[in-house]
C-alpha cells in the first residue's frame, strides 16, 4: 500500500504529467492569429491553436452557435478531436515520438513494459517505479476462475479478436470495485491500469488455445510480460515452450511499436466510449472491435494472406501489383498507405530489420519475405505508389515476424490489440482527467426525406 502511495505522488508531481500542467500549457497554445471566416456576407473571427510541434488548428467549438454552419470532413481528415500530450506524428518526415522519446530509441533500449509506462504516466519510470509496476502487472495476471466458463461457451475455431473484446467486457463483471470506480477515487487507477494490460495477455492466449481445443494454460509468476503470453500460447500441461531468448524479443518489440499511435480509428473509438464516462474496460473492449478491420489492426492477418495468395498462384507479384492500381479489382496492397503517414512509417524500417534478424536466428527462409520486398521495392518505384505517397506501413513485415514465431494468422490482430493496451488506457485517462471533457457526439447533415406522413399498411402500395 505504502508502495501504491508513493507511485500516486510521483506520478502527479512530475513534469509533463496531464494534470499538472494542463492549464500552463493551455494558455501558451492559443496562438495571437485568428482564422476569417466569411458566411452569407458576414465576417466570423476563428481563434487558432498550436501544439507544442508546431501543428497548427483552427478552433470552430463555437462554429454552429455563432453561425449556424457545421464542418463536413470525411473520414475525420481534418478534424482534431483532442489536445493530447501522449504521441506526436509528424507523417511528413516519417516522426513517431512516446512521450517526446523517438520510436526509434525506445525500440532500441526499452522493453513494452518500461514502454507501457512512459505511454500511461508519462515518463520513464525509475527502478521503483517499475519494480512496482511489474509487481502489480504479475499480482492481476490470473482471471477469476469463474471466466473460464464465458470461454466454454464459445465454438472452436471462433475468431480470437471476437472473443478478446467480449471476454475485456466479460472481466469487468467479476471486478465489483470497477463497475462503481469513477475518476477522482485516487490511485486505484494504477491497479486497473496494470488489471487491463496483464488480464488482455492471458485473455488472449486463452482464446488462443480455446479456438484450437487446447488445455488452457496458467501464467508462470516467474516469467515477463512477453514470455508468459508465449508460455501461455505454446506450453503443454506435460512440457514448457523453450523460451528463445531472440524471440521473446522480437514479439516484445512488436508489443512496443504498437503501444500508441495517436487518434486512429481504435484510439478514438476508446476515447469515445470513455467520454460517456463508460469503464475502462468497456472501452478497451469497443477499441478491440474498431481495430478488428482489414483496414486498421486486421490488415497485418491481411498482408499475410495476400502474400500467400501471390505465392499459390505463381506470380512474382507483378499481377497482383496491376490489381491493386485498378478501382475496380477491389485489391489493394495491404500494409501499404497510411492516413498520416505520407512517408515511411518508422516502425515499418524497424520491424523489416527485425523481420530480418529472426530470420536468420531461426534459420528460416521464408519465401513469403522474398515476395514482400519485391512488392516494397517495385512499389517504391512505380508511380501509382510514388504520387499518392503510400509506403509500407507497421503491419507490412510484423506478420513475417509472427509467422516465424509460430504465431497463427488469426491472433495477428490480437497480438496488435495486447501491444495497442497502453496507449488506449493513456488515452482513456486523458478523458477522465480533462475537467473540460465532453460527451463525443459529432453531428451530420440530414440527406433523407424531408417530412413525410404515416400511411396505414392496408393502404400502402
Ligand atoms: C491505411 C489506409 C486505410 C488509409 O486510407 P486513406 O487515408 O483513407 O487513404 P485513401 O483510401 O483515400 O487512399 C488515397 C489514394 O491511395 C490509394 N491507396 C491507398 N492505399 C492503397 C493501397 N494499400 N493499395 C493501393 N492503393 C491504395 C487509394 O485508392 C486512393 O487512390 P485515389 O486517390 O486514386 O482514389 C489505406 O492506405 C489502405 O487501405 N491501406 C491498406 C490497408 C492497411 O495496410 N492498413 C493498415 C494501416 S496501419
Redesign the pocket.
Request: avoid cysteine; charge should be positive; glycine fraction near 14%.
Given at each position: 500500500m505504502r508502495e501504491l502511495c508513493f507511485l500516486a505522488c510521483q506520478i502527479s508531481l512530475r513534469p509533463g504529467d496531464f494534470a499538472a500542467t494542463f492549464a500552463a500549457n493551455e494558455a501558451s497554445m492559443h496562438m495571437n492569429n485568428t482564422a476569417q471566416l466569411e458566411l452569407d456576407g458576414r465576417a466570423f473571427p476563428l481563434p487558432t491553436t498550436i501544439g507544442t510541434e508546431g501543428e497548427k488548428a483552427i478552433d470552430v467549438s463555437a462554429l454552429r452557435n455563432n453561425t449556424g454552419y457545421i464542418t463536413l470532413d470525411d473520414?475525420y481528415?481534418n478534424t482534431g478531436s483532442c489536445l493530447s500530450r501522449i504521441t506526436f506524428i509528424d507523417g511528413e518526415q516519417g516522426i513517431l515520438r512516446y512521450r517526446g522519446i523517438p520510436i526509434e530509441e525506445l525500440a532500441e533500449r526499452s522493453t513494452f513494459i518500461e514502454t507501457a509506462f512512459l505511454v500511461i504516466y508519462g515518463h520513464l519510470p525509475t527502478r521503483a517505479e517499475l519494480r512496482h509496476f511489474s509487481d502489480l502487472l504479475t499480482e492481476n495476471q490470473y482471471l477469476h476462475e469463474d471466466m473460464k466458463y464465458h470461454f466454454q461457451g464459445f465454438p472452436t475455431g471462433a475468431h480470437p479478436m471476437a472473443m478478446l473484446s467480449a471476454m475485456i467486457n466479460a472481466a469487468s463483471c467479476f471486478d465489483e470495485g470497477l463497475m462503481h470506480w469513477h475518476w477522482g477515487m485516487g490511485r486505484e487507477f494504477e491497479v486497473y491500469a496494470a488489471r487491463l494490460i496483464s488480464q488482455v495477455r492471458t485473455i488472449a492466449a486463452f482464446s488462443y488455445r480455446k479456438s484450437r481445443g487446447l488445455p488452457l494454460i496458467y501464467p508462470k509468476k516467474a516469467y515477463k510480460y512477453t514470455a508468459n503470453f508465449l508460455h501461455m500460447m505454446f506450453s503443454c500441461p506435460y512440457e514448457d515452450y523453450d523460451l528463445k531468448p531472440e524471440v521473446v524479443r522480437a514479439l516484445d518489440l512488436i508489443f512496443l511499436l504498437h503501444a500508441d499511435?495517436e487518434q486512429?480509428c481504435s484510439t478514438a473509438t476508446v476515447r469515445m466510449v470513455a467520454s460517456s464516462q463508460a469503464n475502462l474496460f468497456a472501452s478497451a473492449s469497443a477499441g478491440v472491435c474498431a481495430l478488428w478491420g482489414?483496414?486498421?489492426?486486421?490488415?497485418?492477418q491481411?498482408?499475410v494472406e495476400m502474400l500467400q495468395q501471390i505465392h499459390r498462384d505463381g506470380d512474382d507479384g507483378s499481377k497482383f501489383m496491376a490489381a491493386?492500381?485498378d478501382?475496380h479489382s477491389g485489391?489493394?496492397?495491404?500494409?501499404?498507405?497510411?492516413?498520416?503517414y505520407k512517408n515511411y512509417?518508422p516502425r515499418a524500417k524497424i520491424i523489416k530489420q527485425a523481420c530480418d534478424d529472426i530470420l536468420k536466428t531461426l534459420h528460416i527462409a521464408d519465401p513469403l519475405l522474398e515476395i514482400a520486398k519485391k512488392l516494397e521495392e517495385a512499389a517504391l518505384h512505380d508511380s501509382?505508389?510514388v504520387e499518392?505517397k503510400?509506403y509500407p506501413?507497421?503491419?507490412?513485415y510484423s506478420g513475417i515476424i509472427m509467422r516465424a514465431i509460430g504465431i497463427p494468422l488469426e491472433m495477428f490482430p490480437v497480438i496488435f490489440a495486447i501491444g495497442r493496451m497502453p496507449g488506449w488506457i493513456a488515452n482513456y485517462r486523458e478523458i477522465m482527467e480533462d475537467q473540460k471533457s465532453r460527451i463525443y457526439r459529432p453531428r451530420q447533415v440530414y440527406m433523407g426525406p424531408t417530412l413525410n406522413h404515416f400511411v396505414p399498411i392496408e393502404e400502402r402500395t
Open positions: 473520414g481528415a499511435h486512429n482489414p483496414l486498421h489492426g486486421g490488415a497485418n491481411a498482408v491493386t492500381k478501382k485489391k489493394r496492397l495491404m500494409g501499404f498507405g497510411h492516413r498520416i512509417d501509382y505508389f499518392r503510400l506501413n507497421v503491419d507490412f
